[in-house]
Nanobody, 124 residues
């Protein structure tokens, strides 16, 4: 089972992009789903997470107020709406999911499924 991201691309600073992520192959029930990003030469960092129900979300301070994470459980899909993009938001964005309940969500080890990543480039 793999997660497949889409929606990345090139955007000007101040613009918007919407990323999507859904499992490929056999359907499985996910618990929390999240987004991480990794810029060249940097470690993969937490961006946002949404709970199983979709009612609870957490964000990195750097994206709070600009990014919105949501999910459609009927489609087993998670979205990341990114607005007011800045050059420092440029990175490969990875979707992550897990199938178990946990209160921890900030670390890459908190997830057991990952996508291949989608590039987001922000021009100044």
């Amino acid at each position: 089972v793999q997660l497949v991201e889409s929606g990345g691309g090139l955007v000007q600073a101040g613009g918007s992009l919407r990323l999507s992520c859904a499992p490929s192959g056999p359907t499985f029930t996910t618990a929390a789903m999240g987004w991480f990003r990794q810029a060249p030469g940097k470690e993969r960092e937490f961006v946002a997470v949404v709970s199983t129900s979709g009612r609870t979300t957490y964000y990195a301070d750097s994206v709070k107020g600009r990014f919105t994470i949501s999910r459609d459980n009927a489609k087993n899909t998670v979205y990341l709406q990114m607005s007011s993009l800045k050059p420092e938001d440029a990175a490969v964005y990875y979707c992550a999911a897990r199938t178990y309940y946990s209160t921890s969500y900030y670390y890459t080890g908190d997830y057991d499924y990952w996508g291949q990543g989608t590039q987001v480039t922000v021009s100044s």
